[in-house]
């Protein structure tokens, strides 16, 4: 189990931008805002924390995706807040793109996590006139 999470831990300083930020703190793990959000899924393969900090990132994105997804099929005639493309693009560069609007919409850090990763996903995949 601990080489799968050091392993992860490498794959995600792969992938993840090489502007990461400060290391990352037991504060963090809060998430009070976006920004601990970000903070999180942008931790340094070198930190101690990054393997769990990148676990908690990605889980919060799914967690997130899917109470949205099952919120749209509630509503079927409803409006979409965002609209996945074919094909289904990784988690990995789902994680990348976030971390990068996170760098480009500072002003969006101070919101709570769940709201910054709605905005992100409304801009990163909008959806076109009609699309469902």
């Not at 996903?121 to 076109?128: G, I, S, V």
Request: glycine share 8%; aromatic share 8%.
């Amino acid at each position: 189990m601990k080489r799968r999470l050091v392993a992860l831990g490498a794959c995600a300083a792969l992938i993840l931008p090489a502007t990461a930020g400060a290391a990352v703190t037991e504060e963090n793990f809060h998430l009070r805002t976006t920004s601990d959000l970000v903070a999180l899924c942008s931790a340094d393969a070198s930190d101690p924390l990054a393997a769990a900090a990148v676990n908690f990132c990605h889980g919060f994105g799914v967690g997130v995706y899917q109470v949205l997804r099952e919120e749209a099929a509630a509503r079927p005639q409803g409006p979409q807040l965002f609209c996945v493309p074919n094909p289904t693009p990784s988690r990995n560069s789902v994680v990348v793109a976030f971390v990068r609007w996170a760098g480009a919409n500072s002003g969006e850090m101070r919101q709570p996590p769940a709201e910054g990763f709605v905005r992100f996903l409304a801009q990163q995949y909008p959806c076109r006139a009609g699309s469902r």
